[in-house]
């Protein structure tokens, strides 16, 4: 071809190649052919080479070519795609570029795959080991998943009874699953959140309402069978002992946070314990520290019962009752558990906190409160254990304040950061927090919108001096109303990382016009628009901010669409690089969201997931995807996960859609290449974000010939690391 060269290369010992053009050549006289195959071009875009008839496992499959010129310095994509001729070649379909300028024609690969069961399964959170072998957790309706033999529980419910928790492991290229476990008992259970050790062990967290066993209260069902823990869990009961009034016997109704940590072959549960109190407790999240103690964060109910000082005739003691069915002491109505070191205790909480019922008695707090729980290595006992939330001031304690936690990241100190999201206009916001008030702060009802939040704490200071900081995060305009009136905007925090610096960098969504932004960032500003109803000056975004450890502001930065605002953005994970590259993926519907080096060009609709990598002061988009466009897709918080090759490796769920083109981009030899039925599926991924440095021996078999003559090529890839 003239002025065009075959650039073979490898790629995690992988043989890719490209075509490179040279300005003013013609791209169109590339033509492929493979003797004894027939081209078809899939949905998504890929190029399926069909060898025989009765099976695809034979067939040669090339993805979607990515296109890309270099100008001035940057990558610009090129609208390009596979086309196939009468004849059955193979050449390029190619859009505009400057044709000045030399053309680089990229086929991508990666490993995607569906996961799931014949019923509803849906994956909640990811992590990644040492060999970069992928776990995912989640919940399921589906009785059997894919498995191999021995694990801790092979079978589910079936939907009977409730969801089941799974845990499942994949092998390092995506083609198969090495074991799937459930964790379940009789009732609803559910997995958020998992990390791995430096032994290959699980830890996940989640919550159940699987909490008694059969006989256990006189209302206990002859069925019920209780959530795997084992006898040395940190707390005894599950569901805190809840007793009714009437009876003085526990009904197990509620849910409670819990945590199991399992072996690396998931055949062994090595610890399981239920977190919580009294009322509904829920973990959504879990890192582990350089010594191997698990953070965990979460939100709960029970933070409402409390002993008077004194007893009196408007402050009952907490009502206590001898023993259950089986003589086991009953410990009365209980708290999630809070450490003396807490920087707001369950104690502090409900006494500060109490109000006054319609009958004049003294009651304890009914709003959620987030919670960040810290264990020993060996699990046996609380290091630092804290609530945190709005107070319960004017109006708010009718449990219309609610505070959920919905990430943590740990830095090499130890210390902890979560973010979530609260509808509480009493937040205890630190001196120069990046946001201090809440919108609507001064309403009647001290409510806010759902608005999100970032606290630090350093479990090794006590009270007060545990938390570094506390903030909003959130501007104070959501634009105003066809009246003129203001709107008040939300928001959330759904993925935290920090980076070699410690500094914390914190992704999610906001509405606010004026979310606070610094200056020479990829996008300062946020495209306004009106929403056809009058409403003015509406934003709708992600955003990734980075703030110091103490929580000052290091560079802050909208990450929206540039032209036809509207869409919703969402920031749900990040990850960073050893040189501080941050890496978000998240959900959006916007069609027009900035992309660099994309593996589609799809616009997006229904849900898409997306990857974009920003430089390390948040300046300049160096790279930005969709995934599967039209697929319906949701992304797992709090869920990205980098190797040592800064390949990506994210997870979540894809719903049934009655008008969805569904092209999810799975690849050959992946677990799993189609959906599996049911209302929902999960599904992982991992993107190939850089080329790997390799090394590559081709072998050309003739090294010379006619036209026409037929050319073999041998290539080795070998890695750097071998």
């Keep these: 071809y003239p002025g065009i060269d075959l650039v073979y290369y490898g790629t995690e010992r992988q043989l890719e190649y490209d075509f490179v053009v040279s300005p003013n050549s013609d791209p ?10 027939r081209p078809v071009i899939e949905p998504n875009g890929d190029l399926r080479m069909q060898i025989g008839t009765t099976s695809r496992d034979t067939d040669l499959v090339f993805h979607k070519p ?80 894919p498995s191999v033999s021995g694990e801790f529980q092979s079978v589910g419910n079936g939907g009977v009874g409730g969801h089941d928790a799974f845990v499942t492991k994949f092998s390092a290229d995506g083609s198969t699953v090495l074991w799937t476990t459930f964790l379940e008992g009789s009732a609803d259970d559910f997995a958020s959140g998992v990390a791995v050790n430096s032994s290959d062990q699980a830890y996940i967290v989640g919550s159940t309402n699987s909490c008694l066993n059969p006989g256990e209260f006189n209302n206990t069902p002859s069925t019920a069978v209780r959530f795997p823990f084992t006898s040395d869990g940190i707390q005894p009961l599950c569901s805190g ?30 610890y399981g314990t239920p977190l919580g109190g009294s009322q509904n407790d829920y973990a959504s999240s879990i890192v582990l520290d350089a010594t191997g103690r698990p953070y965990i964060v979460g939100a709960t109910n029970s933070t409402q019962y409390y002993k008077c000082a004194t007893v009196g005739p408007h402050c009952s003691d907490v009502p206590s009752y001898p023993v259950d069915n089986h003589g086991n002491a009953d410990i009365g109505l209980t708290n999630y558990p809070t450490t003396p070191n807490a920087f707001n205790s369950n104690v502090a909480e409900s006494i500060q906190y109490s109000t006054t019922d319609s009958s004049g008695d003294i009651v304890g707090p009914q709003d959620e409160q987030a919670f960040i729980t810290i ?59 990046f946001a201090t008030t809440c919108p609507n702060a001064g309403n009647a009802n001290s409510q806010c919108p759902m608005t999100g939040w970032l606290a630090g704490f350093d479990p090794s200071k006590s009270g007060a001096a545990s938390l570094l900081f506390s903030t909003y995060m959130n501007g104070s305009s ?154 319906n897709l949701t992304v797992d918080n709090n869920s990205l996960h980098l190797d040592s090759n800064l390949n ?8 049934y859609c009655t008008n969805c083109i569904i092209t999810f981009p799975t690849t050959p030899g992946a677990f799993a290449t189609t959906g599996l039925g049911g209302s929902a599926d999960g599904w992982v991924m991992k993107l190939m974000t850089q080329q790997q440095k390799s090394t590559t021996a081709l072998q050309i078999t003739p090294t010379a010939g006619a036209p026409g003559t037929s050319i073999g090529f041998t290539a080795t890839v070998t890695g750097v690391s071998g």
């Excluded at 169109?28 to 195959?37: D, E």
């Excluded at 809840?242 to 998931?266: C, I, M, R, W």
């Design 28 to 37: 169109s006289v590339i033509h492929l052919t493979i003797n004894g195959a």
């Design 66 to 145: 990515v296109l890309y010129q270099q100008l001035g310095g940057t990558h610009k994509s090129v609208d390009g795609a596979f086309a196939v001729d009468a004849n059955n070649k193979v050449g390029f379909k190619i859009g505009a570029y400057d044709r000045s300028k030399e053309l680089v024609i990229d086929p991508v690969i990666g490993y995607g795959s569906y996961y799931g069961g014949d019923g509803e399964d849906e994956i909640n959170g990811s992590a990644l080991n040492a060999s970069n072998q992928l776990y995912a957790v989640g919940q399921t309706l589906s009785e059997f998943l």
């Design 241 to 270: 002992g809840y007793n009714q009034p009437q009876t003085g016997e526990s009904d197990g109704g509620s849910y409670d946070a819990f945590l199991v940590k399992l072996s690396s072959d998931g055949k062994t549960e090595l």
């Design 375 to 433: 264990l020993s290595a060996d699990l046996h006992s609380f290091v630092y254990s804290s609530l945190i939330g709005g107070g319960i001031i004017g109006g708010c304690g009718n449990g219309a304040c609610n505070t959920n936690g919905l990430a943590v990241a740990v830095n090499a100190a130890g210390q902890a950061f979560i973010g979530g999201n609260t509808s509480s206009a009493h937040w205890p916001t630190t001196a120069g927090a």
């Design 478 to 631: 959501a634009g105003a109303d066809s009246n003129g009136n203001p709107l008040y905007p939300g928001g959330d925090v759904y993925g935290l990382a920090v980076d070699s610096k410690g500094n914390v960098v914190a992704t999610g969504d906001t509405n606010a016009n004026n979310f606070p932004t610094t200056t020479g960032t990829f996008q300062p500003a946020c495209v306004q628009f009106g929403d056809g109803n009058g409403d003015t000056k509406r934003c709708t975004s992600a955003f990734v901010t980075k703030l110091s450890p103490t929580g000052a502001t290091v560079w802050s930065t909208y990450f929206t669409p540039p032209t036809q605002p509207g869409n919703f953005v969402i920031g749900n994970g990040v990850a960073l690089d050893a040189n501080d590259n941050v890496f978000v993926v998240g959900t959006s519907t916007s069609p027009t969201l900035p992309l660099v080096h994309p593996i589609t060009t799809n616009p997006a609709q229904n849900d898409d997931a997306f990857v974009i990598e920003l430089s390390p002061a948040g300046s300049t988009e160096l790279m930005g995807t969709f995934i599967g466009a039209n697929g």
């Design 648 to 655: 990506a490796y994210f997870s979540g769920s894809q719903g």
